[in-house]
């Protein structure tokens, strides 16, 4: 079987034997569009409800970090025709843990043939790579995300020892009645984003997120920041709610409206993506009161319902708040994680 780089291919130990399957790495910007469509298809038959367009993938690329597409993903082709791929990188998270993460997305009708497990095989081969060029003072980890259901990932990923490590819930305010009106606290108030407030809004959000178990160093860096201002969510900054203090930003929520995923999901969902409060600014009523305004910001954006996510073990409780301010979980997703060893065993089938 075969690597390409660029147009030239190379062996691929332990693929499975298909007819006319070969394999190659990224190539350039013409691949956005067949990964959009294979990543679509693979992650409905695994029931992740999340849509990647091109032009997201193409953000995604100009703002990369500890990932190289021309080393670390994979494409998997029958006949010259695009089936899956697989992807690796690395992130920093909180007490000096180095997490090595994967994904192996594969088109529904070539699933069962062994192809994904070699393709989760190959990441982790390539992680291990990546790892022992890493200080060995961190705690280091594979991690996989994936639907809590029961899906062909999630078999494969305890198949090969990876367990739960924490759960993410998304919750949902099922209508937009009743919106709490409750009052700023005392010298806060609220003003309409303005472009040159961003850094200061995404430097108050990175000291208020170090708290969360699901940090990662790389969100805010300058490359970090810049992928997410344009992510499509976060485009819409007249329904950001963010709460000032003088020159100080004391908490916010980016609030959005995924239209993509609305169409492909049939719904009116609105989102509040990303809710934070600064620890001198937190016991005072700040986060209700801007989930409040949030919510009202995006009833008049016409949408009926209202979104968000949130680590179910969260060691704030911004659980017990969500659920007061009328939210309820929707749907559930699962961190996996395996200790990153040196010496994988290689005899166990692929399936």
Partial sequence: MVIGSQ??????????????????RFRDETDFKTLAEVMQRSRDADLYELVETPEDIADDFRHIQNCDPSKDMLFVEINRTHVGFCRCEWHDRPGSVRTYEHVAHLVPEWRGKGLRHMMLRENEMRLREI????PSEYGKFFEVRTNFKE???KSLLEQEGYRPFRHNLTMLRPNLDDIPDLPMPQGLEVRPVKPEDHRIIFKAAEEAFRDEPGFAEEMFTEEGMKSLSE??????????????????????IVNGIDVEENKKFNRNWGYT???FVR???RNRGLASALIGRSLDALKKEGVSQAALGVD?????GANRLYERMGFRPFA??????KPLDFSPLQDKPLC
């Fill in 7 to 24: 147009r030239e291919t190379t062996v691929v130990s332990n693929a499975p034997s298909i007819p006319g399957l070969s394999f190659r």
């Fill in 131 to 134: 790892a022992k060029e890493h």
């Fill in 151 to 153: 899906n062909h990932w």
């Fill in 231 to 252: 992510w499509r969510i976060f485009r819409q900054p007249e329904v950001w709610q963010v709460a000032w203090e003088g020159d100080e930003v004391a908490g916010g």
């Fill in 273 to 275: 993506v990303a809710i």
């Fill in 279 to 281: 620890r001198a600014y």
């Fill in 312 to 316: 179910s073990e969260n060691p704030s």
């Fill in 332 to 337: 559930q997703y699962t961190r996996y994680r």
